[in-house]
């Protein structure tokens, strides 16, 4: 069994990634978690494919998360935004539901670490990840501060690691 360290060496070098913000108010030029999250990807030697920013509907933004999924070129698609409890919040929705495998352990742990920079309020958070195909997706909330915990605390980290266990062959 090779170990954790080995998986990683074996890892991709660049994974590429398509940013999704998730937002019925936010453009280009007032995307500030969306920006972190390219300008973090691209700082780690990862490839941005897309960028876009979509009106909190769960149709639409499940339709582009498939679309994208199944297209080949993608590797991983990080959400931001739309996974609180407000009415308007639907991408939990939207994502959970489309995915072949979940990633609990991303969820539990981005609540933890929340939970020990804010308090109580990181029960609200609604953050998922998985696989839908051969394609990783993350949904995280939109605020900068949650971002920025879950790109440099989870994801940075662990990003290719995740693209190589979701792409490696099974032993024959």
Known sequence: MKSYEEHKKQAPTSVRCMVITISDTRTPETDTSGRFIVNSLKEHGHTLTDYQILKDEPDDIRYVVL???????????????????????????????????????????????????IGPPAILSRAVAGVVGGTVVISMPGSEGAVRLAMERILLPELAHMVYEITKQKPK
């Open 67 to 117: 679309e994208a999924a199944r297209s080949g070129a993608i590797d991983a698609i990080l959400l931001n935004g739309g996974t609180g409890i407000s009415l308007r919040d639907g991408t939990y929705e939207a994502i959970s539901g489309i995915l072949d495998k979940r990633l609990d352990g991303f969820g539990e742990i981005f609540r933890m670490l929340s939970f020990q920079e």
